[in-house]
């Protein structure tokens, strides 16, 4: 079985593959005052709940975005397995079927790397990736593997929560698409600007992303697909048709192909 380790700036997302089945997936909130123990100790827990044995474990891959707590979890996956994880970063980007330009190799995230070795795989087409995570990022791919460019906006939650935490009168709400674009009273106001704003800009943007893909590469626009993914492409879902397909867990299944191509590789 295989550990895939997906560390956000909000959520740790911890999964379980036994070959190609998803069997199971936990969240940790992100919090790098946490101790490595501390990690290893929910870690444990979720296996016990699930009835799973962790000895059974043969490989772990890391993916991580948030540099304080990668120490700590290369430790204690080395304390509950007995070896050191596969660490998605430049030093394994040459075994990929996508390229990356080098002025990003030591900067993307590792989570669009997971994102485009995935889309990039599955379609073998030019392709956006819209994850829509604490930032909203878009990573659009050619019809060879390059990665193109990338694009990244505030996440939706993360807007919401500031407009929050940085007014005095305006309250958290609930990310609905409201009936119109003019609120009557400040929840239909603020949804009307978030929600349908995000609309928007992410249309807007797709929009930009295939006509710059078209002008430098000549590839139909029709013929490059978008997928989304994140925990909040949910909020968008139901009021556009931009995208063609729609993953959730297309960062974790990057994850497990990068393992299967590392470790084939070894």
């Known amino acids: 079985m295989l550990l895939a380790i997906d560390m956000g700036n909000t959520n740790i997302v911890v999964a379980v593959f036994n070959q190609e089945e998803l069997i199971n997936t936990w969240r940790i909130y992100t919090d790098t005052r946490r101790t490595g123990d501390e990690y290893a100790s929910i870690i444990a827990s979720f296996f016990r709940e699930a009835n799973l044995d962790i000895s059974q474990i043969d490989s772990c891959i890391l993916s991580s975005v948030v540099p304080l707590l990668i120490g700590q979890f290369v430790g204690l ?9 596969v660490l998605v970063n430049p030093s394994i980007f040459s075994h990929l079927p996508i390229k990356i330009p080098e002025s990003a190799v030591h900067e993307i995230g590792s989570d669009l790397v997971c994102n485009a070795v995935e889309a990039y795989c599955r379609y073998k087409s030019a392709c956006i990736v819209v994850d829509f995570g604490t930032a909203l990022t878009f990573t659009a791919v050619d019809n060879s593997g390059y ?12 807007a919401r929560n500031s407009l929050f935490n940085n007014t005095a009168q305006l309250p958290s709400v609930p990310l609905e698409a409201p009936e119109n674009s003019l609120g009557t009273n400040t929840i239909h106001s603020i949804q009307a600007g978030i929600v349908l704003g995000y609309k928007g800009l992410v249309e807007s943007l797709i929009s930009r992303i295939k006509d710059d893909i078209n002008d430098k590469l000549n590839i139909n626009k029709d013929e490059i697909r978008v997928i989304a993914t994140g925990g909040l492409n949910s909020v968008l879902k139901p009021i556009t048709c931009v995208f063609q397909d729609v993953d959730k867990e297309l960062t974790l299944r990057g994850l497990k192909r990068i393992a299967d191509i590392v470790n084939s590789a070894n």
Request: charged share 20%.
């Open 77 to 85: 996956i080395e304390r509950l397995i007995g070896k050191k994880p």
């Open 147 to 158: 990665v193109q460019g990338i694009a990244i906006a505030p996440g939706i939650g993360t």
